[in-house]
C-alpha cells in the first residue's frame, strides 16, 4: 500500500524559533498533499492544500506567513512553524494523494510539536 | 461546503458486546464517505469507505457501516468487539468525484474504550 511518512516524529524547540516538517510520499508521487492540526483529544483540522509546484491554499484562519508550506517534488512536503510559541504545541499530521482522480488519501503517522 | 458531526465523544463497551458509532454528515452535492481509525500512538488509518453503489459496506476487521441518504448518516457498527478495537474512530467526508481541490472533512472523533 501507499506510504507516507513524517520526520521528524517528535520535536521540542525553544519559543521564537523556526522547526520544519518533512512529509514524504515513499511509494507514489503525490500531486497533492494536505497539513493538517490535532489538538489533544480533537479532531484533524485541515490547515492547507499543496499541490506540487503551486502555493499552497490556506484554510480561513491558518496564519499563512507563520505555517510556511513548500510543496517542491511530487514526494515531499515541507511545513515551516516559524517563530513558534506555546499555543502552536500540537499534533501535525500531513496525508498525500495520488494520480489524478484518485480521490484517496494517504496519512503520515504525525509529528508532535512541543514549544517550550 | 460538507461537514460531519459525530454526536458521542466516547463509547464505552464490554467485549464482545455490539456497538454502533453515529455519524450524520450535511452537504449540498454528493459525497464519499469514510471512516478512520487512530490506534493509541499511531497515525490515522482507513478503515472503510463508501464512494457509489451498494450502500452497505465492510472492513477486513468485521466493521460495517451503512450509508443512508434520507438520513444523511453513515454509521459504523461492530456485531461483537474486541479489546484490539480501542482507539479513537473518526467519520469523514469529501465531495464525491476528484478536482485537485477536494478535501477531506473530519467529525470531532469518538473514543472507543473496550472493557474486559
Known amino acids: 500500500g501507499a506510504v507516507v511518512s513524517q520526520h521528524p516524529s517528535w520535536v521540542i524547540c525553544k519559543s521564537g524559533t523556526s522547526v520544519k516538517i518533512e512529509c514524504r510520499s515513499l511509494?507514489?508521487?503525490?500531486?497533492?498533499m494536505f497539513w493538517y492540526r490535532q489538538f489533544p483529544k480533537q479532531s484533524l483540522m485541515l490547515m492547507a492544500t499543496?499541490?506540487?509546484?503551486?502555493?499552497?491554499?490556506?484554510e480561513q484562519g491558518v496564519e499563512k506567513d507563520k505555517f510556511l508550506i513548500n510543496h517542491a517534488s511530487l514526494t515531499l512536503s515541507t511545513l515551516t512553524v516559524t517563530s513558534a510559541h506555546p499555543e502552536d504545541s500540537s499534533f501535525y499530521i500531513c496525508s498525500a494523494r495520488g494520480d489524478q482522480g484518485s480521490y484517496e488519501q494517504y496519512f503520515g503517522p504525525g509529528t508532535r510539536l512541543t514549544v517550550t | 461546503a460538507q461537514s460531519v458531526t459525530q454526536l458521542d465523544s466516547q463509547v464505552p463497551v464490554f467485549e464482545e458486546a455490539p456497538v454502533e458509532l453515529r455519524c450524520n454528515y450535511s452537504s449540498s452535492v454528493s459525497v464519499y464517505l469514510f471512516w478512520y481509525v487512530q490506534y493509541p500512538n499511531q497515525g490515522l488509518q482507513l478503515l472503510l469507505k463508501?464512494?457509489?453503489?451498494?450502500?452497505l459496506v465492510e472492513s477486513i476487521n468485521g466493521f460495517e457501516a451503512e450509508f443512508n441518504k434520507s438520513q444523511t448518516s453513515f454509521h459504523l457498527r461492530k456485531p461483537s468487539v474486541h479489546i484490539s478495537d480501542t482507539a479513537e474512530y473518526f467519520c469523514a467526508v469529501s465531495e464525491a468525484g476528484y478536482s485537485s481541490a477536494s478535501k477531506i472533512i473530519f467529525g470531532s472523533g469518538t473514543r472507543l474504550s473496550i472493557r474486559p
Open positions: 463508501y464512494l457509489s453503489g451498494s450502500t
Open positions: 499543496s499541490n506540487e509546484g503551486s502555493k499552497a491554499t490556506y
Open positions: 511509494d507514489f508521487q503525490a500531486t497533492t
